[in-house]
């Protein structure tokens, strides 16, 4: 077996381990991740197994949760047990957190006694909180110590701590005083007091926060790390910007995910197995289906009208495709606005107004558009009869009402699951779209039989 | 005038803007950011005005650019030029670069010759790429330097200074030679040298990326902020952590806009006005319905067809939702694998092959359901005459032909875009389904002529 990649120069073969493994451990971790996570699992596990054990214990930190997980299974328990420990607190979270119980409860077996009763408490906070992001890893100093004894803890202490950007003040009962950027200390007088540079303010986090609330408070602060406390104002963690990062892509793409009419996929793209990737897929798409299965029963309601007038037929796709069009942009706005905490749903009222002018608005842009098209074609190519005026009103009508129902599902519907305690993402463009497709059916035909009547019906 | 809110305790009135001015100044710059964005313009100038020198410049840093375009536009010139001035080189490039040129150029002439001359550099990169993120506000040191040395030089110099968690290593001709964690400095003997803890190696952005690839750049590596380097190494200045969350989280938001087929807003979804709002909602709409209109003209090709039979019509909106929405979800899924690096053009052909092999299965699995569907309701119901068999084999192989071919336009739709230079985003959902109802049109009436033909065509 041979692995190629650009980073290395010496080729990996049974007899040159020693100057392939040198030549590993002479990368940064960041390119060592970037070619572990290009490779297929057998290369993965030659490479990893080439790693001084520094360099191992660096870059599995750094793996994505799948890769790791994918990287232990095979690994003897005295080598898993070594990288466990050493792992940071919340990144050991995020790796057991996906594990079925029976394998997370074989790991933690190998964890020192310490970091057991420690994971054992992150991992027993609510999964999306804010506790399962943090780690207890953090400076704290005391009000009345002077900036060079901080300097001289840190120098001391820091080896284990997460971040030493951020230092934290705490009393005699673990209560956070005081946040500190790192640039306070580093700028004050080394004589100074730390109650000197203190304004008795922070902004934190509470352990039982939503993880969407932990980034949108990352968002609006401009800080590298934010400590984690309880009700009562205890200092539990901290949570750096790094993991906040990662995690605000992953629930992006969850959303994404979501919106497309699909279950969220836990790995990449390309590296979902294909049987998995169509469990996901196949969920909300047959969902779906049965769904739309429902236009065939509503159109065959009106089987009758359609044989009367089959042109009818001919605008189906049209009318409620755009009803679909408009729901989804509807919906679309509405999840990422709340996602990203810009509308709450104290503002369903506003929301409501706002979908419902837009989708008058629209209706009668495109309402005009599909009117002049029936009229154009009716009257020069006599493609609808001599009613075509009248079925120019018809589209005309339709589709400023079917516009205006898409608009308001598509905006009432992820503020109905959200209210209802699930996550707005589900109400995705399709199912929008599929709930449109139906009611427009029913709008398109009750029209066509109002308008019509006498004439071609 | 009065002003609520759950932050103020003292309420604003023409008579205590002395109390309400104190008050304001005691709190955190978060909070003002929070209380600021949660009012009406005319609101947020009289708060605005009401903060000390020192307050309104470290909370206008914090305000959302369009929250700033709003407050400058009122203001006197002399206190813009101060907010100007004194606003980070990376936070006046994105207030200034949103703006038109008229309003830009301005604003310009207001700025110190220094801050001018910097200015006109940073807005000299092209838009999305990291040159218009960086800040030259940076630590840079030198090899031959003690620890305790760099500790002092950032106590007199860290000041200007965006971030002191990272600093730098430079050579007499200005190249980056390494990038150092404050925590390594930190954690350093006062008397050793930059030297003993130098490793020679970074990680770098190029003032020519683009702002995808600094997001990537950033998720691999657990920075709190990189160097921005040129071609040949020159260190030109850094990107920060926190302004690639927020670089992130907007850039995510567009994909999500365009994705269900709408230009993207630049202010959050309820500050958007009205007009503006319809504008971007309107244009696309409009291109799709133009799009959608070619159906009626596919179906006016079949219109014999459905005058023979009917029943054809009642399933033409389950077949193209159900190719509309697997298009939908292959599109998505490809359009955010590209958008984190996970995949490039160069994987097309992986990627076809699997969305053909999706596209099968799923349709064998939504044909199936379509197939027992039209036979159940033909047996039991006579929904479909006597030749409902047939009709059921041509909803069976319709749905695998319309689904396989919705999943392959779906992932070949952004790869194109990608490929000729637009934005893979564009190829929203909505657009993926419009050309699909289209050929899934003609798929459908092409396999029910030729299943159907002697019995009921």
Redesign the interface.
């Known amino acids: 077996m041979t692995i190629h990649h650009s980073l290395l120069k010496i080729e990996f073969t049974p007899d040159n381990i020693d100057l392939f493994s040198d030549q590993l451990n002479g990368l ?3 390119d060592l ?2 070619l572990i996570e290009s490779r297929e699992l057998d290369e993965q596990q030659i490479i990893f197994d080439a790693l001084s054990q520094t360099k191992s214990l660096n870059t599995f ?2 793996l994505p949760v799948w890769v790791q997980e994918d990287l232990i299974k095979d690994m003897p328990p005295k080598k898993v047990a070594v990288l466990l420990n050493a792992l940071a607190p919340d990144d050991r979270t995020k790796l057991l957190e996906n594990l079925h119980t029976e394998q997370k409860n074989l790991l933690i077996k190998y964890l020192s006694p310490e970091e057991k009763a420690l994971t054992l408490k992150l991992l027993g906070y609510p999964e999306d909180s804010v506790g399962r992001l943090m780690t207890p890893d953090y400076i704290a100093v005391r009000m009345d110590w002077k900036v060079r004894q901080v ?1 001289d803890y ?2 001391s202490k ?2 284990d ?1 997460e ?3 951020v230092v934290y003040a705490i009393d005699d009962y673990g209560k956070l005083i005081d946040d500190f950027r ?2 306070q200390i ?4 080394l004589d100074s007091f730390v109650s000197d540079i203190a304004d008795f ?1 922070f ?1 934190a986090l509470n352990v039982d926060d939503k993880t969407e609330t932990a ?1 949108n ?8 790390a934010l400590p984690v406390i309880d009700a009562k104002d205890h200092l539990l963690g901290i949570v750096t ?2 993991d ?3 995690v ?2 992953e629930s ?2 969850e ?3 979501n ?4 279950s969220p ?1 836990v790995e ?3 590296e979902t197995p ?1 049987l998995t ?2 469990r996901k ?2 969920g909300w ?2 969902v ?3 769904g ?2 429902l ?2 029963s509503a ?2 309601y009106y ?1 009758h009208e ?2 009367k007038a ?2 009818l ?6 009318i ?3 009803g ?3 729901g ?2 509807a ?7 709340m996602a ?1 905490g ?2 709450t749903l104290k ?1 369903w009222w ?2 409501m107004r ?1 979908e419902i ?2 989708g008058l ?2 209706g009668i ?2 309402g005009t ?2 009117f002049f ?1 029936v009229l154009t074609w009716g009257s020069f190519f006599n ?1 609808y009869g001599e009613h075509y005026l009248m079925v120019s009103f018809t589209i005309f009508f339709t589709l400023i009402g079917v516009v205006m129902w898409g608009s308001l599902i598509g905006a009432l519907l992820p503020l109905l699951l959200k209210r209802l305690g699930f996550d707005p993402a589900v109400s995705s ?2 199912f929008v ?2 709930i449109v ?1 139906v009611t427009g ?1 029913v709008i398109y035909f009750s029209i066509a039989s109002t308008v019509l009547r006498g004439t071609l019906l």
């Open positions: 940064l971790p960041g991740v970037q930190e750094y300097l840190i120098r820091g080896w701590s971040t030493i950007n790192i640039r580093l700028l004050a007088p303010k902004t980034i408070t990352f968002r609006k602060n401009d800080r590298v910007l790094d906040i990062l990662q605000s892509v992006d793409t959303d994404f995910q919106v497309a009419g699909m996929l990449p793209y390309m294909f990737l169509m897929r196949a798409l047959t779906l289906f049965f739309e299965m236009t065939a159109m065959g089987e359609i044989s089959v042109m037929a001919l605008f189906i796709p049209l409620i495709s755009s679909g069009n408009s989804s942009q919906s679309t706005l509405v999840i990422r606005a990203l810009e509308i503002d506003r929301i706002r002018f837009s608005f629209l842009v495109l558009i599909g098209r493609s463009a399709p779209a599929t497709d059916l």
